[in-house]
């Protein structure tokens, strides 16, 4: 089967004033072959995924050029985006986690618990808070409301990927680098029951994994 071109799906930077959505097209590109039992489809390949984050790793480049970066990550799904996007961005900043808790091994959200709180003070400085998806935005809504009791003197939000269809707050990124339909999807960081996450690139679980069920 022929690789699938997304190009014509891919989203532009928030901040370029245009949103294209990353649709899945009915010509799916096959995972691996050690994968096809669990993993239905490709939805972003492996190469998509490191030209965008180059894109994103630029633009943060340019807009805090000059200021004093912290990056905040949330855990544990940022992983793979975070390292990715910290190697593309080629100025001094700093590194801090904060730990959320809001799935609880499966597919729904549960109650929201803070599991790692900030070690730096981010008080006067330009904060780059970094998650792998936007769904609901419950956690980014909670997550942010903390970070600015902090007195920051910027806040900006960088998603991997953005899933407006299950938005319930109302909160969006500034940066986002894929806007994706309403599927379940795993791999590049993000897991269904702590697996899959070290897929290299985001995939659609087998409707035999999740049943009826979006992420």
Same mark, same amino acid.
């Given at each position: 089967m022929?690789?699938?071109d997304y190009?014509?799906?891919?989203?532009k930077l928030?901040?370029?004033g245009?949103r294209?959505?990353?649709?899945?097209?009915?010509?799916s590109?096959?995972?691996?072959?050690?994968?096809r039992?669990?993993i +239905?489809?490709?939805?972003?390949?492996?190469?998509?995924?490191?030209?965008?984050?180059?894109?994103?790793?630029?633009?943060?480049?340019k807009?805090?050029?000059?200021?004093d970066?912290?990056?905040?990550?949330l855990l544990?799904?940022?992983?793979?985006?975070?390292?990715d996007?910290l190697?593309?961005?080629?100025l001094?900043?700093r590194l801090?986690?904060?730990?959320?808790?809001?799935?609880?091994?499966?597919a729904?959200?549960?109650?929201?618990?803070?599991?790692?709180e900030?070690?730096?003070?981010?008080?006067?400085?330009?904060?780059l808070?970094?998650?792998?998806?936007?769904?609901?935005?419950?956690t980014?809504?909670?997550?942010r409301?903390?970070?600015?009791?902090?007195?920051?003197?910027?806040?900006?939000?960088?998603?991997?990927?953005?899933k407006?269809?299950r938005?319930?707050?109302?909160?969006a990124?500034?940066y986002?680098?894929f806007?994706?339909p309403d599927?379940?999807?795993?791999?590049?960081?993000?897991?269904?029951?702590?697996k899959?996450?070290?897929?290299?690139?985001?995939g659609?679980? +087998?409707?035999?994994?999740?049943?009826?069920?979006?992420?």
């Open positions: 022929e690789p699938v190009q014509e799906f891919e989203p928030i901040a370029d245009e294209q959505n990353l649709k899945r097209p009915a010509q590109q096959q995972p691996p072959r050690l994968w039992g669990e +239905h489809s490709v939805l972003i390949s492996r190469a998509r995924l490191a030209r965008r984050v180059r894109t994103l790793a630029r633009q943060i480049e807009d805090f050029a000059g200021g970066l912290v990056i905040v990550a544990n799904g940022t992983v793979m985006f975070l390292a996007l190697r593309g961005v080629s001094p900043l801090d986690f904060i730990g959320v808790s809001s799935y609880r091994g499966g729904e959200p549960g109650g929201l618990i803070f599991t790692k900030l070690r730096l003070d981010v008080r006067g400085r330009d904060v808070l970094v998650d792998d998806i936007l769904d609901t935005g419950r980014l809504a909670r997550v409301a903390k970070l600015r009791a902090l007195q920051p003197r910027r806040l900006k939000v960088c998603v991997l990927l953005d407006p269809a938005r319930l707050e109302n909160v990124a500034d986002v680098g806007t994706i599927e379940f999807v795993v791999g590049y960081g993000l897991d269904y029951g702590e899959y996450r070290n897929l290299p690139f985001v659609l679980l +087998h409707p035999n994994i999740v049943r009826g069920v979006t992420s």
